[in-house]
């Protein structure tokens, strides 16, 4: 049997057992060695663990919490502040008609024919062989650890901005910024935290797993809290730190929360890029969107561990499609709540 066909072996097969003549009894399958008249043998092989992951906690949880990227807490303020909500939702509108492609995709392999262990490349390398699935395989990995340098520097930048020091000198205008902050710190802490997800790769899967509802809690919870906050809090001014000093202002760049106003959001329509302050270079559509895609990956969260799941065929479409559009709609709702309330 052909690697890469599989799928029509088996249905022709079946189709030629149940096409035999009366009288004529199909030819049973062969047995292995192990195996006797009475039964096959009982061994450690036949009692592995159940497969007992719902369609909920097996893909919706791991798909959010992989599309739940440090987009969502340190960049949505940036997109809407450079391209305005027009083009923030378009940005969003062309990402998620990018990924639907591939969730439509994986949807239409992972219903045809049963699923086992192996995730992307096992469907992939089933529907179009071992060469393709082993080359899109080693991209997927590629991208993963992309994935994982982008996800640990957005953890230090919110460590930083919450506890460090001012990198310009300045006093800290909070009492817990006591941390030391820069480029090499930011790199020292960067690789602590890659060796603390390294040690937790190394101990097992494990502990991730018993933890993940745990964690996709804490997301909501947080996510919560940023919807409350736009009702709850009063129109105040923000001093930003001095690192956000624009080329050509000599005064301390303060930022305004005015609430709910109709003029506010007007105001943001419109794009409006500007240098930015960290790179010195012009921002456009094409430098913001390069920092909004990052936000839509993880999609195949769900579908890599489907050797987990209790019927992959069943749950993997039904998962990714409910969070991608719950993450579709989380974003648009941000967005459209930052630019009523937050000016530029």
Not at 213 to 222: D, E, G, T
Not at 277 to 288: E, I, P, Q
Request: proline content about 6%; aromatic content about 12%.
């Amino acid at each position: 049997m052909s690697e890469k066909t599989p799928l029509l072996h088996y249905r022709l097969s079946e189709a030629s057992c149940s096409e035999a003549p009366a009288g004529v009894l199909p030819v049973p399958p062969s047995r292995d060695k192990g195996q006797s008249a009475a039964g096959p043998r009982r061994g450690p092989a036949s009692t592995s663990q159940p497969k007992k992951l719902n369609t909920f906690f097996g893909v919706v949880v791991p798909t959010l919490l992989s599309m739940f990227s440090v987009v969502v807490f340190l960049r949505i303020g940036f997109m809407v502040g450079q391209c305005g909500l027009y083009q923030a939702i378009a940005m969003y509108v062309v990402a998620y008609f990018i990924i639907s492609m591939t969730v439509l995709s994986v949807c239409a392999i992972s219903t045809n024919g049963a699923l086992d262990a192996g995730g992307a490349y096992y469907m992939i390398s089933r529907a179009l062989g071992p060469e393709f699935g082993g080359s899109i395989g080693l991209m997927f990995f590629l991208g993963n650890v992309c994935a994982s340098a982008l996800f640990v520097l957005g953890l230090v930048e919110a460590i930083e901005s919450t506890f460090g020091m001012p990198e310009d000198g300045t006093l800290p205008i909070s009492p817990h910024q006591v941390l030391p902050s820069g480029y090499w710190w930011s790199l020292l802490y960067g690789t602590a935290v890659a060796l603390l997800c390294l040690l937790v790769c190394l101990v097992g899967a494990n502990i991730y797993a018993s933890a993940t509802f745990l964690i996709f809690l804490v997301v909501i919870l947080s996510l919560g809290t940023v919807f409350v906050s736009f009702f709850s809090v009063r129109p105040h001014n923000v001093t930003l730190p001095g690192s956000a000093f624009l080329p050509g202002n000599t005064s301390s760049p303060v930022a305004r929360f005015t609430g709910f106003k109709l003029d506010t959001l007007l105001g943001n329509l419109e794009a409006g890029y500007v240098v930015d302050y960290t790179t010195g270079r012009m921002m456009n559509f094409a430098t913001v969107f390069a920092v909004v895609f990052n936000g839509c990956t993880g999609i195949m969260t769900g579908s890599n561990i489907s050797g987990d799941l209790k019927n992959p065929s069943y749950s993997i479409p039904r998962g990714t499609i409910t969070a991608v559009i719950f993450t579709f709609i989380i974003y648009n709702l941000l967005m459209v709540m930052a630019a009523c309330t937050c000016d530029r």
